[in-house]
């Protein structure tokens, strides 16, 4: 089981800059990857960017070359860099971290972290 804890979202301007943190804790060694997702308001939850425990990245073609995704080397701490933020961002971002169970890969999600970005 994997414990994980978003900070640093909050009201910011468009064009300005966040950085999201998740603290994980627990069976961190079993972990595959970690990922951001967010969620708008009537909207799915979708993926924004991922990345695998050996550091390969991937990003939503909404987010590629404004976010960046990164990790600690223990997979202890996720962050996501956003950066040129636009309204469309406004969403509640969740982070995700991947392991393997014997019932198939399970998910482990945090609380979430409200980004409103203004117009």
């Known amino acids: 089981q994997v414990t994980l804890v978003e900070s640093g979202g909050g009201l910011v301007q468009a064009g300005g800059s966040l950085r999201l943190s998740c603290a994980a804790s627990?069976?961190?060694?079993?972990?595959?990857?970690m990922a951001w997702y967010r969620q708008a308001p009537g909207k799915q939850r979708e993926l924004v960017a991922r990345?695998?425990?050996?550091?390969?990245?991937m990003y939503a073609d909404s987010v590629r070359g404004r976010f960046t995704i990164s990790k600690d080397k223990g997979m202890n701490t996720l962050y996501l860099q956003m950066d040129s933020l636009k309204p469309e961002d406004t969403a509640v971002y969740y982070c995700n971290a991947l392991s393997p169970s014997e019932r198939g890969p399970e998910d482990s999600w945090g609380q979430g972290t409200q980004v409103t970005v203004s117009s």
């Open positions: 990345i695998q425990r050996a550091g390969s990245t």
């Open positions: 627990g069976r961190l060694f079993a972990v595959i990857a």
